[in-house]
């Protein structure tokens, strides 16, 4: 077997056992020389190897790093990304890491019909899917229509349910915009991504079965974003 391959496939190995996970640094290809104590090509052609599978990406300058399992997200008029993601076999998890009331700055008002300085429900979350964080999100609600809404997602679990239980049985996407940037330190570390892959960031408004303004928020992620169009219906 070629060394380049014997390479390729122990570093393989440490990220199929999750002795490195996604997001991860890789050693240097010096290090990885002395390591296996062979020259620098072919280190460079064993981590080619592993980008072609896509189980590794490299950056010039900065090194080499385990790549993320890609799983597309598919731009909808009703979200549910729980209901997606046990669709599709995975197991969705949710971390909240702030659950609070604050006064809507401008964004937050205009979007939801308030005014400035108004009552907000603000939640941050962190997704899972099999238990690698796959996004941040940030979710806005009118306090003064849902006053409970803060105690009832705590016995809920997941907005759908909440809304449900406050009065709205459905919402859907009024308006998606997207945009990309580098992620801050601290969302890098959220997210187990380097600092030199950019997010997919998604502000959106939902709004009820009457098209009265629900939720803005905003969705920060390295997913890719599928958009299906359909077939006009012919006569």
Do not use: C
Request: net charge positive.
């Amino acid at each position: 077997m070629p060394l380049w391959r014997e390479i390729a496939q122990s570093l393989e190995q440490q990220i199929r056992s999750r002795e490195l996970t996604p997001g991860d640094k890789l050693p240097t290809e010096h290090e990885l020389s002395r390591q296996f104590m062979v020259n620098r090509h072919t280190v460079r052609r064993a981590l080619s190897d592993l980008q072609e599978k896509g189980i590794v990406e490299s950056t010039q300058g900065r090194g080499s790093f385990v790549r993320r399992p890609s799983r597309p997200a598919r731009l909808q008029k009703r979200p549910r990304f729980t209901e997606a993601v046990l669709k599709s076999g995975a197991e969705p998890t949710t971390q909240i890491i702030k659950l609070e009331v604050r006064p809507a700055v401008s964004a937050v008002a205009e979007a939801l019909g308030l005014k400035i300085g108004a009552p907000v429900i603000f939640m941050e979350r962190r997704r899972f899917v099999d238990g690698e964080p796959t996004a941040l999100g940030l979710h806005h609600f009118s306090f003064e229509r849902f006053p409970t809404f803060i105690e009832m997602y705590k016995v809920r679990g997941t907005i759908t349910q909440t809304l449900r239980d406050s009065g709205v049985p459905d919402y859907t996407r009024r308006k998606t915009s997207i945009s990309a940037r580098l992620p801050t330190p601290q969302e890098a570390e959220q997210l187990h991504v380097p600092r030199h892959v950019p997010l997919l960031i998604r502000r959106y408004l939902n709004v009820d079965g009457l098209g009265r303004p629900l939720e803005f928020g905003e969705s920060r992620s390295t997913a890719e974003i599928e958009i299906v169009f359909q077939d006009p219906e012919r006569d």
